[in-house]
């Protein structure tokens, strides 16, 4: 359950620019029987702090949260390296596999426009690290001392700002490693109305600020 399948991805070959990827009989070229599991989104522990803290009228309350030992596929590095399709690309594709440049892990452009193009399938490369701690709130309030709240017969007043999704600490080279599910079905393997773990242009979240005014009459 949450493992991804695909091909195990070897490299690059310096001679002509293509994946490699392994195989039980290379001489019978790339088989849907060579794929195995790859990854797998589930993570080993998740976990969470919170906190609270207050001197004199001043309080600050912060929020943690984070996931530990998942992977991530990058679905949406295949479209943006895969330099396939006549689209716009990421800025690592600069370093492709050229002539000139053929120690580069990058494979080199194949704009066959096909669904099986070979450089792009479904693979280790695009599995990444899916760990990471997020701040994601944190708030400083002030409340005002009763003395003044006399003279306006009122019983509290609370200022408060707060921030949410404030930083987040990853390995992760996409937007945001708190990845959605991908419902729907993509090139080859990936079929499913459920794929936890599948990055495949993830919205990430926002960071937010929020000023407010609580009142007790």
Known sequence: ????????????????????????????????????????????????????????NFNFSFF?????????????????????????QSVAVLNRWTVDNNNSTMPRPDLNNTDDNYNSQISSRFVEK??????????????????????????????YVTGENLLTFTKYSGLDPEVSMYGGTNQQTVSSNMAPGIDFGTSPQARTFIVGLNLTF
């Open 130 to 159: 899916g760990s990471y701690l997020r701040v994601k709130s944190m708030t400083l309030a002030y409340t005002l001392p009763k003395q003044v709240l006399e003279k306006w017969k009122l019983n509290k007043v609370r200022f």
């Open 64 to 88: 943690l949260q984070g996931v530990q030992g998942n992977d991530i596929l990058n679905a949406t590095r295949i479209y943006t390296e895969g330099m396939w399709e006549p689209r716009n």
């Open 1 to 56: 359950m949450g493992s991804f399948w695909g091909y195990i991805a070897k490299g690059v070959n310096p001679e002509t620019g293509d994946m490699i990827y392994q195989m039980a009989d290379p001489e019978a070229g790339l088989q849907t029987s060579d794929m195995a599991i790859i990854g797998n989104a589930t993570p080993k522990f998740s976990y969470g702090m919170t906190s609270d803290f207050s001197y004199k």
